[in-house]
């Protein structure tokens, strides 16, 4: 079955340093979402792709955060500088497209530490 | 104006009985309402779902009922079982132009006891 890949699964790192995410999305799946899961509470969107484009990244703090699709494929998201209040799940979805019905698949997630 | 809200916060259910989540929305521009399922670990994955030009959705044990004009919408998990004991999102989301995001719920964690 496929899968929406992710890694690392889990990742520490100090205050201040740099931290990258990586996703691999389902193969044909034209549609790429970051989301932020903060422990006890719902995913929220960070950025979302189609194809290689940012549609929406309103969510995304640009001052810090960082995120990539070059080729349409996979994704990278980066954090720098890291900072306490970054340590969540971040997960990663992708769907067909984005019409009304079309089913979006998240991966495993990468839980990041930051200490 | 964006939010789902959703409760309750936790649910234990004994098992065979009947789990009930309920969400409310205030933007009537949603038009797809996903019900996701989490486990320990792993990424949301997807229930079951519903638009609003219907009132009910059953799939198994599973049935959303959505009430238009509360902008209220609920899961029914019929004879719950452990393997049931998960959290459970509520989500919504509009789609216009390009986007599509989720706008989630804060989760109801749901105990089944054997």
């Known amino acids: 079955e496929a899968e929406v890949a992710q890694s690392p699964r889990y990742k520490i790192t100090e205050k201040s340093q740099a931290v990258a995410f990586w996703c691999d999305p389902i193969?044909?799946?034209?549609?790429l979402y970051w989301y932020r899961q903060i422990l006890g509470q719902g995913p929220e969107l960070l950025v979302q792709?189609?194809?290689?484009?940012?549609?929406?990244d309103s969510q995304l703090p640009k001052d810090r955060f960082s995120a990539e699709r070059l080729k349409g494929v996979d994704s990278t998201l980066k954090i720098q500088p890291a900072e306490l209040g970054d340590s969540a799940m971040y997960l990663c979805?992708?769907?067909?497209?984005?019409?009304?019905?079309?089913?979006?698949?998240f991966g495993q997630g990468t839980r990041l530490t930051v200490v | 104006q964006q939010q789902v809200k959703q409760s309750p916060q936790s649910l234990i259910v004994q098992k065979g009985g009947i789990s009930i989540i309920n969400c409310a929305y205030e933007n009537t521009a949603f038009d797809y309402f996903p019900w996701y399922q989490q486990f320990p670990g792993k990424g949301p994955a997807l229930l079951i779902a519903?638009?609003?030009?219907?009132s009910e959705k059953k799939e198994g044990r599973f049935t959303i009922s959505f009430n238009k004009s509360a902008k209220q919408f609920s899961l029914h998990i019929m004879d719950s079982q452990p393997g049931d004991s998960a959290t459970y999102f509520c989500?919504?989301?509009?789609?216009?132009?390009?986007?599509?995001?989720?706008?989630f719920g804060t989760g109801t964690l749901l105990a089944v006891q054997p």
């Open positions: 193969s044909g799946h034209a549609t």
């Open positions: 519903i638009r609003p030009d219907v």
């Open positions: 979805a992708s769907s067909w497209g984005h019409s009304v019905g079309t089913e979006a698949f």
């Open positions: 792709f189609q194809d290689e484009s940012v549609v929406d």
């Open positions: 989500a919504a989301s509009e789609h216009g132009g390009a986007t599509n995001k989720l706008i």
